[in-house]
């Protein structure tokens, strides 16, 4: 596996796991920073990696009236504020070809919208500002199809891919995630972020908003890590009953130590459950047998 460079860490390849944590959108410069900040001191307690992530619009909300966050300039210039005076690398997702080079200038990694995950000029703007992009995977689609996906990126000069999962549409209002995307996933070659929360939207179900199951995110993320990622995405709130987007299913920011200590046990017992393996599959004979 390919490994991608992120400030001082690297995600994939046998690294540690890695974590990108964050509101899912910049409600204000003070909540950015006050959020990114315990983040940070969580992060450095339990000694994991982390990515701060916000949008500055979330350019796809259920309703017309739904809050969609600063805008561009005054986004970047809140995660720029964040990244100088937390020393997290951030991140923030692009709907516009012409938003990837000045995104670029601000954040450390792109993230590309599971809904935008096919839009060859929006990946290959993304691609080409050498910065690592996080593509999310789209709910309509199987995890082979990201082959082409990623080779759109690469195809235009980039190779630090991260290919994030994020549930596939099931039936009316609902997502499931089918665990065997996760290594399926983890065959293309690119290390695989797991977004637990938004795996655990149901999407147009409250009404004009997103409702969502918040109260499973501890089962799903650790049923995603036994299964073998390489970064798990949550999006994190202190008081989620107020976040202007994706209340339903944010982290409450006091839950976040605990579950990030039992995550790295799962991974640690996870990975020397495949080095004891030899990670070796099993042939289909041997399964008939």
Request: aromatic share 4%.
């Amino acid at each position: 596996m390919r490994p991608v460079r992120i400030g001082s860490f690297s995600i994939g390849g046998g690294s540690p796991l890695a974590f990108i944590l964050g509101p899912c959108v910049i409600e204000s410069a003070s909540h950015a920073l006050d959020t990114a900040a315990a983040i940070r001191d969580i992060a450095a307690r339990c000694g994991v990696p982390v990515i701060f992530k916000a949008s500055y619009d979330k350019a796809n909300r259920t309703s017309i009236s739904s809050f969609r966050g600063p805008g561009l300039d005054e986004g970047l210039r809140v995660l720029a504020d964040v990244r100088s005076r937390t020393g997290l690398p951030v991140s923030t997702d692009i709907h516009e070809p012409a938003q990837a080079a000045i995104a670029a200038r601000a954040v450390d990694v792109l993230q590309i919208p599971a809904f935008l995950s096919r839009q060859t000029d929006l990946l290959v703007a993304a691609a080409r500002t050498g910065k690592p992009v996080n593509v999310k995977k789209g709910q309509f689609l199987a995890p082979k199809d990201m082959k082409h996906v990623i080779s759109k990126i690469t195809g235009a000069g980039n190779e630090s891919v991260l290919v994030t999962e994020r549930g596939v549409s099931f039936g009316y209002n609902d997502l499931v995630v089918d665990m065997r995307a996760l290594p399926m996933l983890r065959e293309l070659g690119y290390p695989v972020v797991f977004d637990v929360t938004h795996s655990l939207q149901l999407p147009g179900a409250g009404n004009g908003v997103t409702a969502g199951l918040a109260q499973y995110i501890e089962p799903l993320a650790s049923a995603g890590v036994a299964a073998g990622v390489d970064a798990v995405f949550m999006e994190v709130h202190a008081d989620p009953s107020k976040a202007k987007s994706d209340a339903a299913n944010a982290l409450r920011l006091d839950l976040l130590e605990p579950l990030i200590m039992k995550l790295k046990r799962i991974d640690t017992a996870a990975r020397e459950t495949v080095s004891a393996s030899g990670a070796r599959a099993f042939t289909p004979s041997e399964v008939e047998g």
